[in-house]
């Protein structure tokens, strides 16, 4: 699978974050759960941690299994 990427995320001034995802906004994070989120941007792998936070990182392969033959009911 390949690894996310295409994601960016800006801070606000009431402390929120939003997350964007080429260009569109994909989740906005506010009081503990952003700062629990900055923290593991800044210790981690950015474009992941954004991925997994927005619930956007199983896209890729979900519809070609779900063509596959096997798969097909």
Known sequence: MPRP???TYERRGDGSVVI???GRAAGTLRGARAEKFLAEVETGDAQLAMAR???AYRFGNERTAKN???NRR
């Open 5 to 7: 990427h295409g994601f």
């Open 20 to 22: 964007t995802h080429r």
């Open 53 to 55: 936070w927005t619930g």
């Open 68 to 70: 596959h033959p096997r």
